[in-house]
């Protein structure tokens, strides 16, 4: 069994463990962290690599509920943008201590952010230097960031429904019983895997998504080249759409998320249409027959906008059988260090 895979088995545990502890022990914490974010004023949803990529479903679910996000790339924000003074920023990092995220600590200070870090580091500056720290006190992955990418999304989420007024206590028990239901169905999805087509077959791959799950889709795109070494695209639904349908052709590969409720029935034609051009097609999402397309995968019904915790599981699962498939190694990097250090070049020493 690969690192990898270990690290898969055991995140909807973490998951479940992380979300009890903050609800019944840090509900304070949250308090703390929503003061800090307003409805008046932009907040910054920071991250790089995958913690960007969890950045997307936080900055989602603060938009949905009425409190302005943008998901930012700590990089382009460190040297493309003049931030505002008095503004609030949600960095996540499971390190603290990636060179963009250092950076930045002095360009948050001069513009007097609200600064909320969410980190598995107690010992990073970006620990010490926020104005409230969430430690994710969880173990590091093996290498690929499987519970810390999902943990970075968990916590920001909850900040965000702490600012709505949710009912934490309700939330804690529905997010417990979905992450249970996806812990009994890592069997199932398994073995669905082994047998995929989808999986085996070669060709370009696009992943698609919409809402909080556009995190899952981008997330899956950097396991398929951290962890498969392959290839892969990340897109909305609605911008594959606009043009970039044209490259359809028999062998391409599509994996689309499907919503409960926004955009599904629009979505479904979508799936059907690709399946019908002659492209290989992965649903995700709760309720889906299995005649939908090449490959369904069916995930737990989450509450509302959290969906992007438990349907980025079965793509972990595809990574690795894929890793297996090309006969790569996926617990190993050959250029990617496991915490970036400096801005220049391809391949730098790491800590």
Avoid at 277 to 290: I, P, R
Avoid at 314 to 338: H, I, K, N
């Amino acid at each position: 069994m690969t690192k990898l895979l270990q690290d898969i088995l055991r995140e909807p545990t973490q998951l479940a463990e992380c979300a009890n502890r903050l609800i019944t022990r840090k509900q304070e914490l949250l308090q703390q962290a929503a003061t800090l974010l307003s409805r008046d004023v932009v907040t910054y949803v920071v991250g790089v690599g995958s913690s960007w990529n969890a950045a997307l479903a936080v900055a989602s679910m603060l938009n949905s509920l009425g409190y302005p996000a943008i998901a930012a790339d700590a990089s382009e924000l460190q040297h493309f943008t003049d931030l505002p003074l008095g503004n609030s920023a949600i960095v996540l990092s499971r390190s603290g201590k990636s060179v963009e995220i250092v950076q930045l600590m002095k360009k948050f200070e001069q513009a007097q952010t609200r600064l909320i870090g969410i980190t598995n580091t107690p010992e990073s500056l970006l620990a010490e230097r926020s104005d409230v720290t969430f430690l994710l006190d969880s173990p590091f992955d093996h290498l690929i960031s499987i519970s810390m990418y999902s943990l970075l999304g968990l916590v920001g989420c909850l900040i965000a429904e702490t600012c709505n007024g949710t009912d934490l206590d309700v939330l804690r028990q529905d997010i417990a019983d979905g992450l249970q239901q996806a812990h009994d169905r890592l069997g199932l999805w398994q073995a669905q895997l082994e047998s995929a087509d989808w999986i085996a077959a070669g060709g370009p791959v696009y992943f698609i998504a919409r809402g909080t799950s556009l995190a899952s889709c981008h997330e899956a795109r950097l396991l398929w080249e951290e962890g498969a070494k392959a290839t892969a695209t990340a897109l909305t639904t609605g911008s594959f759409r606009h043009g970039s349908q044209e490259m359809i052709r028999l062998g391409v590969r599509v994996g689309l998320w499907i919503q409960d409720e926004t955009m599904r029935e629009q979505d479904l034609e979508l799936a059907a249409d690709l399946h019908s051009a002659g492209v290989s097609v992965l649903l995700v999402g709760t309720h889906l027959e299995s005649s939908l397309a090449d490959l369904v995968i069916d995930v737990p019904l989450m509450p509302r906008g959290w969906q992007f915790l438990t349907d980025i599981i079965p793509l972990q699962l595809a990574a690795e059988r894929t890793a297996r498939v090309r006969g790569e190694d996926c617990d190993a990097f050959r250029f990617c260090p496991y915490i970036i250090l400096d801005e220049g070049g391809l391949i730098e020493k790491s800590v």
